[in-house]
């Protein structure tokens, strides 16, 4: 996914006029002098406004709890503990969450004088996700080995609620050994000592009574996301289950029609129109199975409910090629910027259509169609006076004619020595540094010593646009949804006012700046990059606008790892804020944690995880990968990849209970009911069954709307009624696993126009309805193969594209599975043919059996015969 480039991010030098990575705080435009900022070290976070209706934040208890955090924060600071991404997110959660919650709990103790569980009821939520997060890090700390900031707020807050009688539940064992390491500390001990005494919480008490009753929100669960356990215990009212029984009578006559948008996909007046767009791949490498989940598929599992609710929906992505990277890339390979960006973008393609992710346009940035809207969008920018000017310093190569990027810089980190560190970040140490603060700084393609020399850039003024912006998030928050960490990762940048962001490099590959005394110069990456989703759809088609300019009929989401997200929340914003042509800005911005690798980070260095063009030599099928990395999909926290999980998942839930469910309803059909869904007489238990399902599935619609992408079936036992769940669930997997979907409804024979997702259980199959050949869905993971490829990715691996019979090849039990279906699977064909069925029909059961003998093949350890050319018996 693109980058975050830290040029704009860093603190400059101490006592240097300079505010960010070396770029001047203190920028001219038109003439007009701006007064420099006096150097400070930035707030590591926002202090929140009090919402409306929470208790204990009004203005005098906000400010001091405000001030004490902000007290500890400088100390900390000066103690050299500069606080990292993680420690700010937990600040922010609670101030948001936590701190909401607390004060409920005490009010409830304080002031109505419940105890024990009564009280623990308004914190439970925020306790086991501080439970879970600590137990998934394995750490003594929130963020680490080391105590931060964070622990110390955390463990504040919490205190007067834990302190006396009400004890931690046994089960939060992560959660108590963090409470009691914290409570023994001494400056914890000291704080409790002079300041989080009774005495102090009974006195709170008084300004607790003058306020309004809390809602105990955790009493009853909120309407639009009920919780698993209370949906399978609720109890169904005599009203519910007879509408779920009327419904379900109605069958697929009660289905709309589906929706088959035009070619291209236009917005279309009155329908609601989808604009999905995930962070544009970055051009210089292969993705790994965390970029993978982070965007594409994330966006793809959306994009696929979409179609299914018959919205119409236009998902567009493209690998972004511009940039210092490239040029890297190109010179370690040997060839030029665009045989790079030629060689990655057709690799990221066929990776992505391997993982079967619908795409409706897959393009790139480097186009003419990017060059002209770029163009385009910095004029209006220019002529609207929201650019300005200034003098930058930069390494120059004089033996290389040109200004070096930070990637083209290596010399000696300023703060630890480290000989290696790059010009933006030293690997050892850790920290951000200024190109021109290394010590002997060398160029990377010629080893010479680069000089400082100035270069003029151009610089979009933020500060001037800061008031659009504010506007704008106001109404966007209010109505979409982002995701909490978007929110609190764009809070973070605009906390202390924006500052003039530089938008043009010394680069020879990249859109040209359109502008006498900067044609030598290419815009920023990070400024032409997002362009990239309009130019890619102007591609697409000439109609492009009628998506990107259209704010009233379109909904624009965003896909993306956490890191891309205030390049999409505040600098591209503000760029067609001040562009000033009606531009369809995000109305939902979904972004992601990160995923690791079993015990540490993918690297394609060091042989180290999955990467996409790894993942289909393994012998596991598509569907099980992106079932998996849905499994795990970072929503809320860091995940990591295992592959003993993957092996459960795979032969628990998708063998075990989804796969033997599905199979055999059918399998019952057909042994007891002649292939024929048989008569249903529905009694009590059955019509309740019905409304079960119907609020599963009203969950599993709400959750999605809300672009939360859970994984929620149910069973049944009678066998009319469990064909007809397994259609349901056939359509309700289609945004996850398309190709068991796409099995499941070709073996039960689901008609096409059942691929319609409504809020109603529908009897889809009705008695009579003929179904197919039911075989089995999955393959049982065996952990001798799992351990195999567990050794293969776990660094340094011997080749990349290994024999894939040595992944199936050897197991006496699967091959005589897999003999037995392809007979029934030959024989069906027979049958087809036979009854003269339709040639499609005919062909896909064909292609089906052709698969089934390419994997029998593999499993005795030869090589698959090529399939028959069309046209040629074989001899």
């Known amino acids: 996914a693109p980058r975050a480039s830290r040029w704009w991010r860093r603190p400059g030098p101490a006592g240097s006029a300079c505010g960010w990575s070396g770029f001047p705080r203190t920028v001219s435009g038109a003439g007009t002098p701006r007064a420099p900022s006096p150097q400070r070290p930035p707030a590591p976070f926002p202090t929140p406004s009090p919402r409306k209706g929470d208790v204990g934040t009004p203005g005098s208890v906000t400010c001091c709890v405000s001030m004490g955090k902000s007290t500890l924060r400088y100390f900390f600071l000066l103690a050299g503990k500069e606080p990292n991404d993680l420690t700010n997110q937990w600040l922010e959660w609670e101030a948001t969450e936590l701190q909401p919650a607390v004060s409920t709990a005490l009010y409830c103790h304080l002031v109505q004088g419940k105890k024990g569980g009564e009280v623990l009821g308004a914190i ?23 105590e931060s900031v964070a622990d110390i707020v955390l463990w504040a807050t919490l205190f007067p609620v834990l302190r006396d009688e009400f004890c931690l539940p046994d089960e939060l064992e992560a959660l108590r050994s963090w409470f009691q390491t914290m409570n023994l500390s001494e400056p914890c001990r000291s704080a409790v000592a002079s300041v989080l005494t009774p005495k102090g919480a009974q006195e709170f008490k008084g300004y607790l009574q003058k306020q309004p009753g809390p809602s105990l929100h955790w009493e009853k669960p909120a309407a639009n996301e009920p919780e698993e356990e209370e949906l399978a215990e609720r109890s169904l009212s005599e009203e519910e289950i007879a509408a779920a029984a009327e419904a379900w009578a109605r069958g697929p006559a009660a289905l709309p029609e589906r929706w088959q948008p035009a070619s291209p996909v236009l917005p279309v007046e009155g329908k609601r129109n989808i604009l999905i767009t995930s962070a544009l791949p970055y051009v210089n490498n292969v993705p790994h199975l965390g970029n ?56 990221h393609a066929q990776i992505y259509r391997w993982f079967d992710i619908s795409f409706d346009y897959f393009g790139r940035t480097t186009t003419a169609h990017q060059t ?29 004619q040109r200004f070096l990027a930070d ?64 506007k704008w998030l106001e109404q966007s928050w209010a109505t979409g949804d982002w995701t909490a960490n978007s929110r609190f990762i764009t809070r973070s940048w605009i906390r202390d006012g924006l500052k003039p962001r ?104 060091r042989g180290m995880g999955v990467f996409g063009d790894m993942a289909q030599d393994t012998g596991i099928p598509a569907d099980i990968w992106r079932f998996y990395l849905l499994f795990l999909r970072p929503e809320g926290q860091d995940s990591a990849f295992s592959w003993t999980d ?85 359509v309700m997997l289609q945004p996850y696993m398309p190709s068991i979907s796409a099995t499941i409804q070709r073996q039960l024979c689901v008609p096409q126009a059942c691929n319609v997702l409504t809020d109603t ?7 009579g309805h003929q179904i197919g050949t039911v075989t089995p869905l999955f393959q049982k993971l065996e952990s001798e193969q799992i351990e195999a490829l567990r050794k293969r990715f776990g660094g340094g691996q011997v080749s990349p594209n290994p024999d894939p019979c040595a992944v199936l090849a050897g197991d006496p039990q699967k091959v005589k599975e897999l003999a037995e279906e392809v007979a029934k699977q030959a024989d069906r064909v027979r049958q087809l043919k036979a009854s003269k069925a339709e040639k499609g029909q005919i062909d896909a059961e064909v292609a089906k059996l052709l698969e089934l003998k390419k994997q029998l093949a593999l499993a005795e350890g030869k090589t698959p015969e090529p399939p028959a050319p069309k046209g040629k018996k074989r001899k």
């Open 124 to 146: 439970r939520k925020t306790l086991t996700y501080i439970d879970q997060s600590l137990t998934s890090k394995a750490t003594p700390y929130l963020t680490g080995e080391a």
């Open 292 to 347: 993978i989940i982070g965007c594409v598929l994330s966006a793809d599992v959306f994009a696929r409910y979409c179609r299914l609710r018959n919205w119409n929906t236009l998902y567009v992505c493209g690998t972004d090629e511009y940039g210092t990277a490239t040029e890297t890339k190109a010179l370690e390979e040997g060839l030029t910027p665009q045989q790079i960006c030629d060689k990655y973008n057709a690799i």
């Open 372 to 400: 002209t809207i770029a163009q385009d969008i910095f004029r209006r920018l220019l002529e609207r006076d929201m650019l300005l000017t200034d003098t930058v310093d930069q390494l120059r190569c004089e033996r290389c």
């Open 407 to 470: 990637r083209f810089v290596e010399g000696t980190c300023p703060f630890c020595n480290y000989e290696e560190a790059r010009g933006d970040q030293c690997d050892k140490c850790g920290k951000l540094i200024n190109a021109v603060e290394l010590k002997k700084p060398q160029c990377k393609v010629c080893k010479d010593s680069p000089v400082v020399k100035s270069s003029q850039h151009l610089f979009l003024d933020l500060p001037k646009l800061e008031g659009l912006l504010d």
């Open 502 to 605: 530089c938008i043009t490099r010394d680069l020879k590959w990249g859109t040209p700046v359109p502008l006498d005394g900067f044609r030598d110069k290419v815009f920023y990456v990070w400024f032409d990059a997002p362009i990239g989703y309009l130019s890619i759809t102007a591609n697409y088609t000439d109609q492009w606008e009628r998506w990107w300019k259209n704010p009233q009929q379109v909904q624009l989401y965003n896909f993306m790892a956490k890191d891309n997200v205030p390049f999409h929340s505040v600098v591209f914003p503000c760029t067609l804020l001040g562009a000033e042509d009606n531009y369809t800005l995000v109305n939902h911005l979904i972004a992601t944690e990160y995923l690791n690798y079993e015990d540490g980070k993918f690297s394609k260095s």
């Open 646 to 730: 993957l092996m459960l998942k795979n032969n628990s839930e998708l063998l075990n209970n989804l796969g033997n469910f599905v199979n055999r309803a059918g399998m019952f059909v057909c042994k007891f009911f002649g292939g024929r869904v048989p008569p249903m007489e529905l009694g009590a238990d059955d019509k309740r069954l019905l409304a079960h399902v119907t609020l599963e599935l009203h969950q599993y619609n709400q959750l999605l709307e809300k672009v939360r992408l859970p994984m929620v079936t149910r069973a049944g036992t009678v066998t009319g009624v469990a064909v007809n769940i397994a259609s349901l669930i056939s």
């Open 761 to 767: 259980f529908l009897c889809l199959l009705p008695p």
